[in-house]
């Protein structure tokens, strides 16, 4: 499935849950940004929680925590949790996503082409 059907498919489940995604004014559209923004942030921080532990159980025997392997399915469910708030976020914008993301690889391939072997 490509990214924008995905998209598409996230926020047709946010209008029917009463998520929204067009306002009337300018300010409501901004409120919502921060709203979803400080959900993204939290998604992050969710997902840098789980990291961080098992980092320390990797460096600290004494420290119980999961393993990388373990703590997989959490990761997995903290980076999706984060890409719906930017497909949110986008659509809210009225950002294509899919082609803004398209245009970033080009430009970073062009910045990091003498990297490149």
Do not use: C, H, W
């Not at 921080?45 to 392997?69: D, H, Q």
């Not at 659509?91 to 072997?117: C, F, M, S």
Request: negative net charge; hydrophobic residues 40%; aromatic residues 6%.
């Amino acid at each position: 499935m490509e990214l924008s059907a995905l998209i598409r498919r996230q926020i047709e489940r946010d209008r029917r849950r009463g998520f929204p995604v067009e306002f009337s004014t300018e300010g409501e559209q901004i409120q919502q940004l921060m709203r979803d923004l400080v959900g993204l942030l939290g998604e992050v921080g969710e997902f840098a929680n789980i990291l961080k532990k098992v980092e320390l159980g990797r460096t600290n025997p004494r420290y119980v925590a999961p393993s990388l392997a373990d703590a997989q399915s959490d990761l997995e469910e903290e980076l999706a949790d984060t890409a719906i708030y930017l497909f949110r976020l986008s659509e809210i914008l009225k950002v294509d996503l899919e082609e803004a993301i398209l245009t970033k690889i080009k430009a970073n391939d062009q910045r990091y082409k003498k990297l490149e072997g």
